[in-house]
């Protein structure tokens, strides 16, 4: 099956990048972040409010591992690589590519995190969401895009060019 999934820190611009990539090559765009939104008729925000960080992870997992589609570019949220069957399924079906910023200029790009709604357990700092974070993204990766310097245009482009698209 010929579809991109995008993995990447938080602000790393999954989504941003992911809806100008999919109209430049025709693919359809999906962002699983929605599809929780629109499945639980709840903002993310809420959602990890009042269900939970786990909670909210298993429903992230559930929605990814639904996904079933041909030609599309999907950005997923930041959190999807806690879940292993998710990331497993989405492996099947599409090229992982892992968008990589440094810590500094997502720190810059994100501002106050904990107002974003982001999967953080207490007292975890971003710099520890961070290290914990990379290796999971560069273990399920088959293609890692170095995002650092590059507007959306320009990592659009890298990203294609990595593809060979
Ligand atoms: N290449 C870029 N250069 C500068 N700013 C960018 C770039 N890509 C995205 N941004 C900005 O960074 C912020 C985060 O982007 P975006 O929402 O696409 O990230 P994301 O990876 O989808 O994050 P999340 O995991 O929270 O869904 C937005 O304000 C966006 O405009
Ligand atoms: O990286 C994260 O922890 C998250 C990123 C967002 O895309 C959402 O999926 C959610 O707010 C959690
Ligand atoms: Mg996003």
Sequence with gaps: MNNIVLVGMPGAGKSTVGVVLAKVIGYQFIDSDLLIQQREKKLLKDIIAEQGLDKFIQIEEDVNCSIDCQQCVIATGGSVVYGEKAMEHLRSIATIVYIKLSMSTLKKRLGD???????????QSFEELYMERCPLYEKYA????????????????????????
């Design 113 to 123: 995190i904990k107002k974003r709604g982001v999967v953080l357990r207490k007292n």
């Design 142 to 165: 088959h293609v890692v895009a170095d995002a650092e310097g590059y507007n959306v245009e320009e990592l659009m482009f890298v990203i294609k060019e990595k593809l060979k698209l």
